[in-house]
T-cell receptor, first 109, second 115 residues
């Protein structure tokens, strides 16, 4: 799996957009970019994934650069319940997925 | 929709005892992964199974063993428990079929406390 790099922490005001960056410069052509989040001691929760096109679902948007070396997860209107650790994972196939340190997002009232 | 079921949710064991954690993947998922998450740490990969065969192995102690059964559920067996084994243990399942990978779905985890 490609190694990913994320900032260790970010703050976001409630109601504003949270933009979480991720670098995955060694991603290979068949690897997807996945985003998960973990809210205190719960199982990681799937948010969104993409290969090369931008994606949007009811939770978030994923913007992947054209060279696929980085991506940004966008939570359009952050709420207090979005406070969590966000993990960006680049993976494909059935090999093990390696979690990095993730970004601890703190949504501030 | 059916999710990944882990049992038990909480488990308290004494040192040197044995524990068995169970994971029931989403129906038709063919791959199971086990992760260990210590306090304040990120999940660490332990072991995975694809179609009932071990597909990858991470930092799993020799005291631990796991297997995937014919119904695709998996069990993680932990013997000679140590205080340091206290952690959250997550199971995830995925569908590999067709050479593609559709991502993981995680269970809610089993919190193991060794006293």
């Amino acid at each position: 799996d490609a190694k990913t790099t994320q900032p260790p922490s970010m703050d976001c005001a409630e109601g504003r957009a949270a933009n979480l960056p991720c670098n995955h410069s060694t991603i290979s052509g068949n690897e997807y970019v996945y985003w998960y989040r973990q809210i205190h001691s719960q199982g990681p929760q799937y948010i969104i994934h993409g290969l090369k096109n931008n994606e949007t679902n009811e939770m978030a948007s994923l913007i992947i650069t054209e060279d696929r070396k980085s991506s940004t997860l966008i939570l359009p209107h952050a709420t207090l319940r979005d406070t969590a650790v966000y993990y960006c994972i680049a993976a494909g196939g059935y090999q093990k997925v390696t979690f990095g340190t993730g970004t601890k997002l703190q949504v501030i009232p | 929709a059916a999710g990944v079921i882990q049992s038990p949710r909480h488990l308290i064991k004494e040192k040197r005892e044995t524990a068995t954690l169970k994971c029931y993947p989403i129906p038709r998922h063919d791959t199971v992964y086990w992760y260990q998450q210590g306090p304040g740490q990120d999940p660490q990969f332990l072991i995975s199974f694809y179609e009932k065969m071990q597909s990858d192995k991470g930092s799993i102690p020799d005291r631990f063993s796991a297997q995937q059964f014919s119904d695709y559920h998996s069990e993680l067996n932990m013997s000679s428990l140590e205080l340091g084994d206290s952690a959250l243990y997550f199971c995830a399942s995925s569908l590999i079929g067709g050479g593609l990978w559709y991502g993981y779905t995680f269970g809610s985890g089993t919190r193991l406390t060794v006293v």
